[in-house]
């Protein structure tokens, strides 16, 4: 990460607003995401990288084995959180999002899953985003392959990734990379969503 990283936080931030703008998370502002992302940069276990172009940040990926203490790591930080958040908290519908926000990081997926479907990896790939400008420019392939390595350097061998059930042009992607759809899940609510494993190289 860069020297400026609140600097860096904040162009994550704002591309995942821009690039992942079908999510919940981005409803909480950009100030949020950049804690978020803070968050999982000083998390020992997760990943995020970055590449930069034009003097400013144009993809990132990050993953986690866990949302867990990248949830706490948040809560270790109330008053910058709470700041993040105050104009959400008055919106009954956005609280009751995030407590199913809270819930998916402390409840293992696995355990919501039946016991005969196949176990899943622990490593998960939480977002990845790419500036319009950049767009088939090879920056999305650098930064999943950038991934699997940094993934596999930690000891994992696969991670899963969870793909709204709408969005064809991340399928396409995914399925290009050589990660498996294995099932159908619903993370929020009714909202559909197929997992996909990507198995590493050892």
């Not at 949830?71 to 956005?94: D, F, H, Q």
């Not at 696995?110 to 990845?128: G, H, M, R, V």
């Not at 985003?129 to 991934?147: F, K, N, Q, T």
């Not at 709408?166 to 290009?176: I, N, P, S, V």
Request: glycine share 6%; aromatic share 10%.
């Amino acid at each position: 990460m860069s020297a400026n990283c609140k600097v860096v936080y904040e162009e994550v931030a704002k591309l995942h607003a821009s690039g992942i703008d079908q999510g919940f998370l981005p409803s909480l502002g950009v100030s949020f995401l950049a804690l978020l992302y803070e968050a999982i940069d000083s998390s020992d276990d997760a990943i995020l990288l970055v590449e930069y172009g034009h003097g400013s940040v144009v993809g990132f990926v990050s993953g986690a084995p866990s949302l867990r203490p990248i949830y706490k790591a948040l809560l270790r930080r109330p008053i910058r959180l709470i700041s993040t958040l105050w104009p959400v908290l008055l919106s009954p519908v956005k609280l009751w999002r995030i407590l199913e926000l809270m819930v998916y990081a402390f409840w293992s997926f696995d355990e919501k899953t039946e016991s005969a479907s196949p176990a899943l990896p622990d490593f998960e790939l939480i977002s990845i985003s790419v500036s319009l400008d950049e767009r088939r420019s090879g920056v999305a392939l650098r930064l999943y392959e950038g991934l699997k390595k940094a993934a596999a350097e930690k000891g994992f061998d696969a991670f899963k990734i969870i793909v709204g059930d709408e969005l064809d042009g991340a399928h396409k992607f995914y399925t290009r990379m050589g990660a498996v759809p294995i099932r159908k899940t619903s993370v929020h609510g009714d909202a559909a969503s197929i997992i996909y494993v990507q198995q590493l190289s050892s």
